[in-house]
């Protein structure tokens, strides 16, 4: 019997992932995409038979990513080896459709009497975009050509778009959804005080949803909001601002528990909770005074307990920093690696080890107090708070470098993949799209000129972005720490980069070599000199020892305004530090 090279792609990732203005969006979209196409390979581990030895049809992904964690971990290509691709590929489709329907009918249950179900349903079946391709594949003796043929025939499959009619039309016009602005909206905004008074939406329902007054959502939009996870699980996803206030938090939980416990008492009582938790971690309410009154035109509800309980706690440690950093890594020499490897156990082992790496990046991720957007095959998403981005980075690093154990040998070396991670830190009053869109380009940066690298762009509002960037093996992550605790202790003061600043002009047309090297030497340690210095004899020459090193690398210009930048990006960083004593 002839077998066959099955390649699957679901989408569209652009109204699944993106499409958000609120984290909750963007983490149930991610999560949504990921469980469809899931049960998707679910569906072929199932019904397939396997042709060749071994227990599953499946290539990518590793049948152990099947195995019903919390959080999916798979991503939006599925290659399988299977004797009926035609069919195999519609049960699939099936299934995912399937797993978009049950959370479809979950949320239609608490919104159909404020909603038009035909037009629900409607774009339900609109939503999925499946594409389908497959070659003859004899096994392993044509399957590297096998592969490369369909990885030619899937692309074309793409180009040639779809552009079926919608399946059904609004009875009247309608505002369009304000995430993507695809599809028309099924709820708006400022329809929500109207349906509360009516009865038609309850209070829990409108806290869930915190539609402001112009915002709509579609059918997909609708889900990403309101769905839950499993039943009755009303799992939420952390705010920016609450990520960007972590390490305040876990201070005012530590220097102020008796302010803390009262806090948490007044967010229970705003949202009108049974019982009021304990422990920073437990605390998903509004941290940022300024923010409670867009809370209250959101929700409806009164926070003026919450807003007392707040200003005590603020009057002590001073408001949260507003800045978070979201962190964004990509695989390097991926497709390399991939045409190294080629035979189907290679590539299932190799699949396997990527499925490892996504579990393990999770639990990192959170282990640095971080939420996880999307861990997938080689990429990762993550909110984190600026104390904790660069050494959960770095370990984000180590751990996927770590993680081919099983392909190593095959890989040779030289076709090893890296991790590349941007940073971008940001405010949280920033549009998401933005934030996001940061995060893209310090990626970018990080994989340019030579891979295997990090990027830290620093974009304050009101001031133009700030950027370092360097490989791994330079160790730019330990260096942004050392400054960064330098400045939150005191032992840097904080005009010290810009005064360094100044000497750029002065070297800016001189030639490198031995002799600018040493009068920068000069000049930046009569800088370093005049600065009063918050530590004791044996810490003032730790660090004239460390800046000394620095400086004798220093042979251009250019280099000073590396240095420089580098300052400037840990000094922002400090900033985020949490407070270590209570106001008098």
Known sequence: MTSYLLNLSIGPVQPFIAAARRTRDLWFGSRLLS????????????TSRPVRNGDSPLIFPDKSALNGKDEPNVANVIIALVDDPQETARK????????????????????????????????????LEFFAAWVPCKGDADYDDARKRLASLMAARKNVRDFAPPSAQPERPREKSSLDGRNEALLVGKDMEAFLRDGKIGKAERYRLRLKQGEALDAMGLIKRAAEPKTGDRKTFSPVDRIAATPWLKAADSLCPDLMQNLHN????????????????????DLFPGRLTDFEKETGLDASKLRSALTALTKKLGEPFPYLAIVKADGDKMGKAISTLTTIEGHQKFSADLAAFACKAREIVEAHDGACVYAGGDDVLALLPLETCL???????????????????????????????????????????????????????????????????VRSRGNAPIAVRGQWSSKLDERLRYWKELFATGGLPSRYPYELRRLVGTYENWDSGDDVAEALMGDISRVFGRKELRLSEPEKETLKSEMAGHIKKLASARHLEDLVLELLVARHLAEGEPPKEVRS
């Open 266 to 285: 007044a967010w229970a009582a705003t949202i009108g909770a049974s019982e009021s938790k304990t422990g920073w971690k437990t605390y998903d309410g």
């Open 391 to 457: 050494p959960c980075a770095r370990e984000l690093a180590e751990s996927f470098s770590g993680s081919f154990v099983k392909t190593q040998e095959a890989l040779k070396g030289e076709a090893l993949p890296t991790l590349s991670v941007g940073i971008a830190v940001g405010h949280f009053l920033e549009p998401l799209e933005d934030l996001l869109r940061f995060a893209d380009e310090a990626e970018r940066m990080a994989k340019e000129p030579d891979r295997d690298g990090l990027a830290v762009v």
């Open 92 to 127: 699939a489709r099936e299934a995912a459709q399937a797993c978009l329907e049950r959370y479809g009918n979950q949320v239609l249950s608490r919104f159909s009497n404020v909603i038009d179900e035909n037009l629900w349903h409607a774009q339900l079946t609109d939503a």
């Open 35 to 46: 469980e469809i196409c899931l049960e998707a390979a679910r569906s072929i581990h199932e």
